[in-house]
């Protein structure tokens, strides 16, 4: 267990809210991710961080921000939230020993999101 | 064309069969490769790690071919606890530049 938790789990909103989702980690690992999952597409990775404030922006960034503050917490904004960014949000991390990092990742559960 | 392919499903086999499933990838700079496993509205978790001289969980065999690109998963003996979607995983430096697969989706039947 990865100790990761994301919530909330379910979210309903309306286009042009502004929505906020929350990623949490119990085992200090250095990188994050967040990635959506729609069908026919895969996992798509939104944005990462390679540590506190340090972040960038994956293959499907636009529309999305992100902040890491801590290292337990990335969050992830959708500023203004549209009908195509209903998707299933997972949060991810790679975890670390020591100086290095492994290529796995390790998942939440996901957030379901819905954008009326 | 997509950086990994895999076969677009569903399997349908009964309790028992053996299954293949195969990826392909196209950048030649990959350097890990994993298969995971994700359960209907689920989260993905890692079944296993692929290394070049193939590696053997239980009744999961996973192979790697370098020179061609190409990457398989083995199941015997089927079970229904099987039923899933399986997604091939290539990586380069950095989990960053980690890309997933479509998936393919197995329904094993009694």
């Known amino acids: 267990d990865a100790g990761i938790t994301q919530s909330p789990r379910h979210k309903v909103t309306e286009t042009g809210t502004p929505v906020t989702l929350r990623c949490h980690q119990t085992e200090n690992h250095r990188y994050m991710y967040w990635y959506r999952q729609d069908p026919g597409h895969g996992l798509r990775l939104i944005h990462y961080?390679?540590?506190?404030?340090?972040?960038d922006k994956g293959e499907v960034s636009d529309g999305y921000s992100v902040s890491r503050s801590k290292t337990e917490d990335f969050l992830l904004t959708l500023e203004s939230a549209t009908s195509s960014q209903t998707s299933v949000y997972f949060c991810a991390i790679s975890p670390t020993s020591g100086d290095e990092t492994y290529n796995e990742q390790f998942f939440g559960p996901g957030t379901r999101l819905t954008v009326l | 064309r997509k950086e990994v392919e895999q076969d677009p499903g569903p399997f349908n086999v009964p309790e028992g069969a053996t299954v293949a499933f195969n990826c392909t990838y196209s950048n030649s700079a990959s350097q890990s490769f994993f298969w995971y496993r994700q359960d209907c509205r689920k989260e993905p978790k890692l079944l296993m790690s692929v290394y070049s001289s193939g590696n053997e969980d239980g009744r999961f065999t996973a192979q790697l071919n370098r020179a061609s690109q190409y990457i398989s998963l083995l199941i015997r003996d089927s079970k229904l606890s099987d039923s899933a979607t399986y997604l091939c995983?290539?990586?380069?430096?950095?989990?960053?530049?980690?890309?997933f697969g479509a998936g393919t989706r197995l329904f094993v039947k009694a």
């Open positions: 961080s390679y540590g506190v404030k340090d972040t």
């Open positions: 995983v290539v990586s380069r430096a950095g989990g960053f530049k980690t890309i």
